[in-house]
Each structure stands twice: as C-alpha cells, then as structure tokens.
C-alpha cells in the first residue's frame, strides 16, 4: 500500500470541474491583478476568521514582511519568536532589518512557551511574532496579557493554523494583525503561492492595502516604500471555490487525528500530539515524538509512506542566522524536539485502511 504524507489528488478530484469553471470565467475578464475574486476571498476569509478586514498578498512571507511594515518595525527594534517554525517566521524580521529574538518552545505543545517571553523582553522589543504550529494554536490568553503589559505589537503567524480556536477564539483575530499561507499544502491551499493578512484594525488594514502595491496612494504617489505583492486573480478564484470545504476538511482531519489517539496510544515509544486544553487544532500536521526517530522515518519510508521532518533544524541555529550570536544548547527543548519529531499523514481523504496501515507499520518497527 502507499500512502501520501498528502493526496492533492484525491482533494481535487471531486472540485476540478467547479474550479475550470471558476478559471474559464477569467478569460472574460482579463483581470488578472486585484480582479473582484480577490475582495470577494478577502471578504469571506475575514468572515471565517471573525476580524474585520483581510488583504490578499503574494505569499505567507510576503503576509509576514507586509505585517511588520505596517506595524513600523525597523532597524534596532527586537521582535520576539520561536525558534521552532517554518524559515519565514524569522527571515521577515531580518528583512525588515530589526532582530529576532528566540524564546524555547512548551515541549508539549511545540509553540512558544508563554513563561519564558517576559525574561526576553527589552526596551527594544516592539513585537512577538506567534506560530499556531501544525495547526494547534499557541496560549493566546497568556500571550496576549504580557503584550497588553509591555505595550508590545503582536503578529499571528496563522500559516498552519487557519480555522483553529483557542478559548473559542479563532487563531488570527488575537493580535494585531494574522498572517495567511494558501501554499498548496497548506490546509486551503492554492494552485501556486498565495497569503493574506487579517486584522481589526482599520489603519492597519488601510496601510497594508497600500504597501501591497508599492507603498502608493493614490496612484503613483508614495508616501511608503511598499512590496509588489498582490494575491492572483486566478489563486483567488481558486480558493473561492475551496473556501466551502475547509470546515468539512479540518473536520476529517480532527477524525482521523482521532483515530491515532484511539488506536495508537499504546506503544511506548511514541508520543501522540498534545493539544492544549483550550485550544482546538486543525491538524495541519500530525506530529509524533518518536524514539529512534531516524529509523522510523526510513522503515516508514520503505513501506511507501509519506512522512516529514518539520523542522530538522531550529532557527537559532542555522548558519544565516549566525550574526546573532546563539549557539547550540541556548533552545534546549526546540534542539531536543528536532531530533525526535516525524509528522505523518492526517490528510482529509486518507482511509481507516491506510490509516490501520501506518499504525501497523509503526508498531511492527518498534516491535
Ligand atoms: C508555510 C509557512 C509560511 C510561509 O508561507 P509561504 O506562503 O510559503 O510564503 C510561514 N510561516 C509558517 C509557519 C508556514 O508554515
């Protein structure tokens, strides 16, 4: 049997006609740059969301750089985040020339550890960049009252957690602004590069608007130095036409994650996702702690099932980042965590039989 670690086919197959039809109408319009599609998605993500505006942008990176631009972070301004995250997370902070600064992860949860960002904080700390990671979102009430205390701007990397809850509120819509990935893995992903920005704030939604498309208002005057990046006509149509689904698919995933706690929970080696009691995950990933991890990744990947390391190496470490000065043994539970983590399939459409296959396969390497 083979199993993806994620089967875009199976997710197309049964929209493909609805979305031909959605791109068809394009060559009506020709309007590939801001066509109406792309309000249209703005509109409905932030209804999903429960914020008040959106703006569509190129990419997650892209969301993340517009999201500090609008916020005025710069040169000397300290930004506080996880060393456990996708590269974008950190590299928007050293675009925009300000410093990343790490605290360790909750090694239960894989996302920042609440109790540890106070000792972090400077004069120069303007903002925490938070990640919703694999889909389960970080401790936004803890999170949110440091910031409220020290007058400090928060991001919501809300690249793998899009639909998420903590405490019933939608990942996102804490902070100042949120930030979007369609990737095309990503639980509503494109059919290419796409993101967005979400936020309540008006000003915040106005100047994001404008640094989009070069800083300008109106027309040709510019009173920022603002990004090319706008999200396609053609991504937006395309994820009109998935938006629908996402609840059902997020659903599906939360069935199959329970499907391991049930039937997964007994062999000893492995650790099972801990999802915090307030907080409802979308399973972007399904992330085990694993002894012998490396092993496991290889005997998984002999018997055709797809699985990933996410993420090999934490942020501190790695050598663009070297300039600021963190060595190995300073984030000792995001190091430790990179050697044992192995996500494995929890895509909506995988079956009982696939998912009995992987659970056998795993405890038959252990065995
Ligand atoms: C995917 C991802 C991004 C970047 O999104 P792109 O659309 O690929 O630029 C940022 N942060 C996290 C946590 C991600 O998973």
Not at 180 to 209: Q, R
């Amino acid at each position: 049997m083979k199993v993806p670690l994620l089967d875009l086919n199976a997710q197309y197959k049964p929209i493909l006609n609805e979305i031909r039809t959605a791109i068809e109408e394009l060559f009506l319009t020709h309007k590939y740059i801001l066509g109406p599609q792309v309000k249209k998605l703005e509109d409905k993500i932030s209804d999903y969301c429960n914020t008040t505006y959106a703006v569509g942008c190129a990419s997650g990176t892209d969301a993340l750089v517009l999201a500090l631009k609008a916020l005025e972070i710069e040169k000397g301004d300290e930004i506080i985040t996880t060393p456990f995250t996708f590269f974008s997370t950190v590299s928007c902070i050293h675009r925009v020339g300000a410093k990343p600064i790490f605290v360790d992860i909750d090694p239960r949860t894989f996302n920042i550890d609440p109790s540890k960002i106070e000792s972090s904080i400077t004069s120069k700390t303007k903002a925490l960049i938070i990640v919703h990671l694999f889909g389960q979102p970080a401790e936004m009430d803890r999170i949110i009252d440091i910031a409220r205390k020290y007058n400090l701007r928060v991001i919501e990397d809300d690249a793998q957690g899009l639909g998420s809850k903590f405490d019933g509120k939608t990942a996102g819509s804490f902070g100042d602004i949120g930030t979007l990935s369609f990737f095309p893995s990503k639980n509503l992903g494109a059919m290419g590069d796409g993101g967005m920005c979400i936020t309540n704030n008006e000003t915040l939604y106005n100047k994001l608007h404008q640094l989009r498309i070069h800083g300008e208002n109106p027309q040709y005057f510019h009173k920022w130095v603002g990004l090319n990046s706008r999200l396609d006509t053609i991504q937006a149509a395309v994820l009109l036409v998935k938006l629908p689904y996402l609840e059902r698919w997020s659903k599906e995933r939360q069935k199959n994650a329970e499907y391991y706690y049930k039937n997964m929970n007994d062999i000893p080696q492995i650790k099972l996702p801990y999802i915090h009691e307030k907080a409802t995950s979308i399973y972007n990933q399904f992330t085990l702690i694993a002894e012998k991890r490396d092993d496991l990744l290889k005997h998984l990947k002999a018997n055709n099932i797809g699985c990933a390391i996410y993420y090999p190496k934490p942020l501190h470490i790695q050598e663009c980042f070297s300039y600021l000065g963190y060595k190995m043994g300073n984030m000792p539970i995001a190091e430790e965590l990179a050697d044992k983590v192995i996500s494995i399939p929890v895509y909506p459409e995988l079956t009982q039989i696939q998912q009995n296959y992987i659970i056998d396969t795993i405890r038959k390497f252990y065995n």
